[in-house]
């Protein structure tokens, strides 16, 4: 999903006087000469062993510098690349002219979540993909993410952290399924609107992947937490143990009063590779693996969460689960922590960042390599895979090159432990309590323009809509559904009066 670009919109923007002033106070060709900035991190084999977050900040400083860097382009692409439409030139123009609060505000105008976003969003494939340094100056983009994240830090930790305005309640009951990012957003807009809405929340903590699935050292639970609380103190009530579909059908909360619902369930159900032996003990999904930890506080000795830590743990997969699973595997004590991954390292979807930084965690990359079979000893215990070699053939579907067996390049690993991170589908309760909703072949709910969908009055976004997807997209889909929800129960309550 791309944003669309108002040129004559910004163009006229940015002649506000003091953009001006700043453009004259330094030219374009001074800017592009200064250096990017680059993240502060926390020393890789320090890291490795603790849960502390990888990436420390910047400090006033280094923002400084890189948002000189910005030109404050007439037409610029940044923003296309950003799946909400994020005004960047505006919120670094105010962080270069001191106003870091300001530029907190302009952040806020279409991302409610600007500290994970900054932590979190693919960045190099989105809005610093589209700057002009990487278009037309052959250069690094603007640092933009690790500006988002330093403006949303400073806010949260000098701003007056006041709730957004709320219209009047209107008493109009919305439900809202799941607590994931597209749930929390729908949740925060519909509050703005003043609707008395409710969040069910199957587990027993919210928050949604942000909380069971993206490790701490990438995004803190007290970031996750300080954005929640903002929502509950907007109004918004949290149910947790709560499975809509099981606790209560969507019928029985009608028959309490909701007039409508968001489905953000994610897509929680672990794909397998149905190769033999998966069933052997120490063959876990990246699901329950990083679930048990992050959330149940497995491998923490005051817990009695049981999470299988292998001394020898393979990863087998190449995405964002896959690094956050293979790093957590290190952080837990593995003396050899392995992603084992069928394509090459310029395929993996992992964002680029995480890459890198499992490198620099000694983290060893096996490429090209596909598991066949897994072995296990007398007790069924996982003691040994067989993995083979692959060559890279013709891009397939997915743009990538399509990975080729090599016939007799299979070998042995040792390993005890294996952790399977190859994608997810979406969590089937809620299609199968409702036979009449309608899902495509890979069970994603289809949806309208407005995220409705072909049921009138249930609305769903984020995974459950496209799939294993990202936290942007998913906040996009949730800013979305919120007007298509305000559109529909206005009608219902206009219909009602006549
Ligand atoms: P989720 O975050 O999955 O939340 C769904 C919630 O619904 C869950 O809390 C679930 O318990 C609840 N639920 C499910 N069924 C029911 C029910 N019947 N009743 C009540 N509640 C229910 N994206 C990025 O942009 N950057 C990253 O770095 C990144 N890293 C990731 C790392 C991991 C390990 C994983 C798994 C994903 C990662 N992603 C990343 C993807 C991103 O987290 C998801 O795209 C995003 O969280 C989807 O949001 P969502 O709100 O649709 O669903
Ligand atoms: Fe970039 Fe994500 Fe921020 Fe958009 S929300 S500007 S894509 S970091
Ligand atoms: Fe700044 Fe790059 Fe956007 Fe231009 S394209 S406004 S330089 S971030």
Known sequence: MESELNEEYYKNERKADWRDKLRKEMKSKDRTNIPKIHMIEEDPLVRNKSNIEVNKGLTLALALQESRRCLDCVAPTCIVGCPVGTNIPKFIKYLEAGDILGAAKVLKENNSLPAICGRVCPQEIQCEAQCVYVKKLSGEGAAIGHLERFVADYDREHGDNSIPAIAEPNGIKIGVVGSGPAGLTVAGELAKFGYDVTVFEALHDLGGVLKYGIPEFRLPNSIVDFEINTIKQMGVKFVTNFIVGKTATFDDLKSEGFVAFFIASGAGLPNFMNIPGENFNGVVSANEFLTRVNLMGGGKTQFDTPVHAGKNVVIVGGGNTAMDSVRTAKRMGAER?????????????????????????????INLTTPIEYFADENGNLNKMRVQ????????????????????????????????????????????SMPELEVTKWNTIKVDENMMTSIPGLFAGGDIVRGGATVILAMGDGRKAASGIHAYAQKLVLAESV
Do not use: C, T
């Not at 395929?347 to 965690?361: S, T």
């Not at 890279?392 to 952790?419: C, F, N, Q, T, W």
């Open 337 to 365: 922590a392995i992603i084992v991954y069928r394509r090459s390292q310029e395929e993996m979807p992992a964002r680029a960042e995480e890459i890198k930084h499992a490198i620099e965690e000694e983290i060893e990359f």
């Open 389 to 432: 070699k692959m060559g890279l053939g013709e891009p397939d579907a997915s743009g990538r090159r399509r990975p080729i067996p090599i016939e007799g390049s299979e070998y042995d690993i040792d390993v005890d432990s294996v952790v399977i991170a190859v994608g997810v589908s979406p969590n089937p309760i809620i299609q199968q």
